[in-house]
């Protein structure tokens, strides 16, 4: 009984340990592996990515928070030439501030659950590439958000105006879609017409009325 | 402790009579602890830049002032070591300080105001140290900062939020009795 109660100790304070020392979890390793398993990679540029114990930290586009620690801080796989759909696995890696997939020939839906996906996120560029449906509202629960690049896909429908309240957003351009409707209402910034060109039937500021 | 990290000390001498510099060094060195005997390569008289690996060397000691003396560094890394004390205030001195990596080390007291002074820094990493008292303010004038992580301290007060701080999220301010963030 005595030595079972040791045992649990000794566990727990190692965990302890290891969650204190931000050692890797597992799961950042989960989310590349996803994130390759999810992709056609005709040009090989992702043939670094090969998971055998040793440091993700060096993979092409990958660039960790410390040293060989494991843990994901920005993810940059632009122009790439990378085919398939958003790599839904990338929930694993928990601390990713930056994304990058701009350039690639990603289709279907932006996730409508972004933001549990990536709750850090502070730039995110998606542009250039064939992302279908709709902006998900949820990207609105992104409130770190600085950096939002959704430019030159086949994005369709409304945005959505709780958009406007990511009040740390600097950069936003929805431009080369396939949306309609107004414009979100910014508090404290106000993005310019080349944001919004290239769509069928956005208005309001800074394009005409609605 | 994970003993795998590697840790670069690397110090650009612009001339040949770098006196300053090398006492600066030599001070550092007899304030540190080196049962290793790592720093036994460092050569103060050298001209080309040096890099000296004192990584995972089981350094203890404590950091001098006299490293504000070192007005050519880019790279202040000295991370996963048993350094203790504070960071001295001349630290700030480092202009063209790209990278500061004290972390994973024993290091105490505040973190410099002088610190906003470092109008190059890219990577601050602080984390997995003692460090209390507030998040000077001085640091969101940082436009450069890139990486920020102050994770796993005892800081407290408020997180700021302006300037180059936008930029950062819990991630980099986790495991401290900061006050929250406001919703």
């Known amino acids: 009984m005595v030595s079972e109660f ?30 390759k398993s999810s992709f056609k990679d005709p040009n090989n540029y992702l043939a670094s990515w090969i998971f055998d114990n040793s440091s993700i930290c060096k993979f092409t586009g990958i660039e960790c928070w410390h040293q060989d620690d494991n843990k994901v801080i920005n993810i940059r796989l632009s122009g790439f030439g990378l ?17 990058d997939l701009s350039g690639n020939s990603i289709h279907g839906n932006i996730p409508s659950n972004i933001s549990k996906l990536m709750t850090y996120i502070t730039s995110l560029d998606l542009s250039s590439n064939q992302f279908s449906g709709e902006i998900p509202a949820d990207l609105a629960n992104c409130s770190y958000l600085n950096v939002l690049k959704l ?25 080369k879609n396939q949306l309609t409707g107004r414009i979100p209402i910014f508090r404290n910034i106000s993005f310019p017409a080349g944001s919004y060109a ?3 039937g956005l208005c309001g500021k800074p394009l005409p009325a609605c | 402790m994970d003993v795998s990290f590697v840790c670069l000390f690397v110090v650009a001498f612009w001339q040949v009579s770098g006196n300053v510099e090398g006492d600066a060094l030599n001070a550092l060195k007899s304030n540190l602890a080196d049962p290793y005997n790592v720093l036994q390569s ?36 000295m991370f996963n070591n ?21 972390y994973l080390n024993r290091l105490s007291g505040p973190i ?8 190059r820094l890219r990577f601050l990493r602080l984390n997995n140290n003692n460090f209390s008292g507030h998040i000077p303010m001085s640091l969101t004038t940082i436009n450069t900062l890139q990486l920020l992580d102050l994770s796993n301290n005892q800081l407290t007060g408020p997180i700021p939020v302006n300037g180059s701080f936008k930029y950062f999220t819990p991630a980099s301010f986790a495991n401290n009795p900061l006050d929250p963030l406001p919703a």
């Open chain 1, 151 to 175: 430019d030159n896909n086949r994005l369709a429908g409304h945005i959505p105006p709780q958009i406007g309240l990511l009040n740390r957003l600097r950069t936003f351009s929805v431009a």
């Open chain 2, 82 to 102: 048993s350094i203790s004390g504070g960071i001295p205030r001349e630290v700030g001195k480092l202009k063209k300080l790209v990278s500061l990596d004290l």
């Open chain 2, 112 to 119: 410099p105001d002088t610190l906003g002074s470092l109008h």
């Open chain 1, 198 to 200: 290239g769509n069928p």
């Open chain 1, 83 to 99: 085919k398939g759909e958003f790599p839904l696995g990338i929930a694993g890696c928990a601390s990713m501030t930056g994304l």
């Open chain 1, 6 to 35: 040791r045992a649990a100790f000794a566990l727990i304070s190692i965990l302890a340990w290891l969650l204190l020392t931000g050692h890797a979890t597992p799961s950042d390793i989960e989310c590349l592996k996803a994130i």
């Open chain 2, 42 to 77: 460092w050569d103060p008289t050298l001209v080309n830049p040096c890099t000296c690996d004192i990584g995972d060397a089981g350094l203890s000691g404590q950091l001098v002032p006299q490293l504000g003396q070192l007005r050519h560094l880019q790279y202040l890394e």
